[in-house]
């Protein structure tokens, strides 16, 4: 792999990684109006934060499978 197509992944997962967390960050802050504003009891909320990890843990395994490989192993 080109140093510019290892520099486009590399961005990438950083993206995504910045964009989730953020994503979570606002949500663990608005758990409360949420609940209020949707009408959901506590553990059905609690809930979407679980399928919210579900939704971006395989793309974190793929990307970061290749990552770790291009990065992680040295040529001998």
């Keep these: 792999?080109?140093?510019k197509k290892e520099r486009k992944y590399l961005f990438l997962?950083?993206?995504?990684f910045?964009?989730?967390c953020i994503e979570t960050d606002i949500i663990f802050l608005h758990?409360?109006?949420?609940?209020?504003?949707?009408?959901?009891?506590?553990v059905l909320f609690k809930s979407l934060?679980?399928?919210?990890?579900?939704?971006?843990?395989?793309?974190?395994?793929i990307f970061m499978a290749r990552i770790s490989d291009a990065f992680g192993r040295?040529?001998?």
């Design 13 to 16: 997962i950083i993206v995504i």
């Design 49 to 61: 934060l679980t399928w919210n990890f579900f939704g971006y843990l395989p793309f974190r395994s």
């Design 74 to 76: 040295k040529n001998l």
């Design 31 to 42: 758990f409360p109006e949420m609940m209020v504003w949707f009408l959901l009891l506590k």
């Design 1 to 3: 792999m080109n140093r």
């Design 18 to 20: 910045i964009a989730a």
